[in-house]
């Protein structure tokens, strides 16, 4: 099936291309909007001249405004782009913020966040939304969607990741429109008595008081946080052994209410509703009752996006013709990203939600064409399989680009699982109804128990299974694109098979195994010495092509700190050593001064490594040796730290601290020329 041969999917991904021009190469947004309007001017007077919509020059003129539509809509959703965001007012200090809570996010182990949107700073109205964040609050008194605060703190950055290939939080929250963070403490903020109240508030206060109904029933604590998940798309209450579970078992889907419980749920709804035999009733009340199903779950961001996707697929069952499913959930994505936020398209969730969808729609009918058992039961199981299958391949590469794993056993778990989602979904509705209305039985309660128990033993049981979980995959850009086109080929050969595909699929092949061979080379062909940063503790790292030497003195403390790292790039081996005081790195001296403060009245022009807070008079040291650098890393105090920055500062010496800038890298030019003799220890 020729799938840009449809007009949605080629304004869809224009759209798209819009978007990303948009966001990565921002224009002014006068001239973003100045510039659609033109062209849809253009559009209108060339289609009323000549309405053939199939000549060349109508396409381009088509193609070029939804390009332009999709720029302006992507700058239009970046809050710095407007005159009245809190960026463009004197922040500078402690400030007044007047905030309005419009999310509550999932807490860390120290600390609660919300997503606030700005209504003014001091005496001045602005907009934008901020991040929150504050210590954790025992008495249970947490701030809750629609509340209105006054807030007396200094806006923060939020800041880029310390080591690198972490995790970027920083830009995951620019892509949310979020730039900086205020400090909540239980002392610097009022909260209004009666705020106005709004569908979102609504919504949470109704799963708030869901979830406190189920906390009345005899549900076990480890049942009742996948339950609260399941069904309410609560998980911070689950416990890290079991999400891991989930996660190792290819099942971790199943605890976000997303793409895969509204299609569960639309499926068993159309089920319900076959007597009708009335398609318009049928639609009506299966879009009712799917928003009605995100109202309960609280119209979080993942669930109204799963809705109107879905929205779109009830009304392809509605029309019954396969061929227009493609049409249908095209336009669901451009509706989403035109009507909704562009800035979900660099949404993982989103990502994967499309992926999915588009893959079973595309690979499930090609691969029951390969086999059609006439056994039912038989016919029934490699249905299930051929679905897990298609959306397995369609998210695959996305896993592996954001997780880096891939669950080998992952039809395992989706082939006994999956098929009794429903009937779980259906229960937990009624388990729902009935608590809130106080006519929960205790036997239902039993039951309902017992199957979510069931569930996770077999979950667990799959994730057990550990050599069958491939972990620490190294997968970047190029690789993700290159295994898109890989599969589109295999696909388009399997759709015909004849000796065009076949170059095609091998050619693609070629092209994912050149750019992983040169990936690998260039990882293999670089050197590097740096300074990690770890809280209490002090590493070095030496890389000498794929091999990496770790040198600490906690061998159990950096390996959190490591993965990201041995995976970003491409380590094969690693050793660990115990660091000592003295180094020859690539012929320059590194003196690491620890504890017990003791340092040689030698080697003036080196780097001075500075750990667990040694008590030493830095400035005796700067005239004593004349060091060319001063790192301090994460094992320091830092009230220690302050000072010697000051003492550097001071002197004119550079001063690197890993808490404040960073991983520290030796600037060598040469370095990558080196190998694994640069860096030996001085006897």
């Known amino acids: 099936m020729k799938l840009l041969a449809f007009v949605p999917i080629k304004l869809t991904l224009l759209l798209i291309i819009g978007i990303l021009i948009g966001f990565y190469f921002p224009f002014d947004i006068r001239f973003a909007l100045a510039i659609p309007v033109i062209l849809f001017m253009v559009l209108g007077i060339v289609f009323s001249t000549r309405p053939n919509t199939n000549s060349t020059f109508f396409g381009l003129i088509g193609a070029l405004t939804t390009i332009t539509l999709g720029i302006f809509i992507s700058i239009q959703a970046q809050p710095l782009h407007h005159n009245s965001h809190y960026s463009n007012l004197s922040i500078d200090g402690q400030n007044q913020w007047q905030l309005k809570i419009t999310e509550v996010l999932k807490p860390t182990s120290f600390s609660e966040r919300y997503v606030a949107m700005v209504n003014g700073v001091n005496s001045s109205r602005s907009t934008g939304k901020i991040l929150l964040s504050g210590p954790l609050d025992t008495t249970q008194n947490r701030l809750k969607v629609d509340d209105k605060i006054w807030l007396f703190s200094e806006v923060l950055p939020i800041h880029p990741p310390l080591n690198p290939h972490q995790f970027d939080y920083r830009d995951y929250m620019k892509k949310l429109g979020m730039y900086h963070q ?172 499309y992926a999915a969808v588009f893959a079973i729609v595309w690979i499930y009918p090609l691969l029951q064409k390969l086999w059609f058992p006439k056994n039912k039961i038989l016919r029934y199981l490699w249905q299930l399989l051929s679905v897990s299958v298609a959306a397995q391949l369609g998210v695959l590469p996305i896993s592996l680009f954001y997780f880096h794993q891939f669950p080998g056993l992952f039809f395992i778990s989706n082939l006994l699982i999956v098929p009794a989602l429903g009937f779980i979904l259906g229960t937990g509705i009624l388990v729902i109804v009935l608590a809130l209305i106080n006519l929960l039985p205790d036997w239902l309660v039993l039951f309902f128990n017992k199957l979510i128990g069931w569930m996770n033993g077999i979950v667990a049981w799959v994730a057990d299974q550990e050599s069958f979980i491939f972990k620490s995959i190294s997968f970047d850009y190029g690789q993700l694109i290159l295994a898109y086109l890989a599969i589109g080929m295999l696909v388009y050969l399997v759709q015909r098979i004849s000796f065009r595909p076949v170059v095609f699929f091998l050619f693609s092949l070629v092209c994912f195994q050149t750019w992983t061979i040169y990936k690998h080379y260039s990882a293999s062909a670089t050197n590097e010495v740096l300074v990690l940063h770890q809280t209490k503790n002090s590493i070095v790292l030496n890389k000498n092509g794929t091999r990496l030497e770790v040198l600490t003195n906690n061998l159990e403390a950096p390996e959190k700190v490591l993965s990201d790292y041995r995976i970003g790039e491409r380590i094969d081996s690693i050793s660990y050593e115990t660091l000592v005081n003295s180094y020859d790195v690539f012929g320059l001296p590194l003196l690491i001064i620890d504890s017990l403060g003791i340092y040689p009245e030698q080697n003036p022009e080196q780097i001075v490594l500075l750990t667990y807070s040694p008590r030493i008079n830095l400035e005796r040291l700067l005239l004593t040796i004349r060091p060319k650098q001063i790192i301090a890393d994460g094992s320091n105090y830092k009230s220690y730290v302050e000072r010697w920055k000051k003492t550097c500062s001071k002197n004119k010496i550079p001063f690197h601290y890993t808490g404040e800038k960073g991983a520290y890298y030796w600037p060598l030019p040469e370095l990558s020329k080196k190998r694994s003799s640069d860096l030996s220890q001085e006897r």
Not at 191 to 214: D, M, Q, W, Y
Not at 229 to 255: F, M, P, Q
Request: charged share 10%; proline share 4%.
């Open 182 to 353: 205020l400090k909540l403490t239980p002392s610097n903020y009022v909260k209004s008595e009666n705020p106005e109240r709004t569908i979102f508030g609504l919504a949470s206060s109704a799963r708030n008081h869901i979830i406190e109904k189920l906390k009345q029933a005899n549900f076990g604590p480890n049942e009742l946080s996948i339950i609260q998940a399941l069904l309410l798309g609560e998980r911070s209450n689950i416990s890290a052994e079991t999400y891991t579970d989930y996660k190792d078992a290819g099942a971790v889907h199943i605890l976000a209410v997303s793409g895969l419980h509204i299609g569960v749920l639309l499926l068993l709804i159309q089920f319900l509703l076959q007597p009708l035999r009335n398609r318009s009733a049928t639609l009506l009340i299966s879009v009712i009752l799917l928003w009605g199903f995100a109202f309960v779950a609280g119209l979080s961001p993942s669930i109204i996006r799963a809705c109107t996707m879905f929205s779109f697929v009830a009304y392809a069952l509605y029309l019954n013709r396969p061929s227009n499913t493609f049409n249908i959930l095209a336009l669901s994505m451009f509706f989403i990203l035109l009507f909704i936020n562009p800035n979900l398209l660099f949404q993982v969730g989103f990502q994967m939600s």
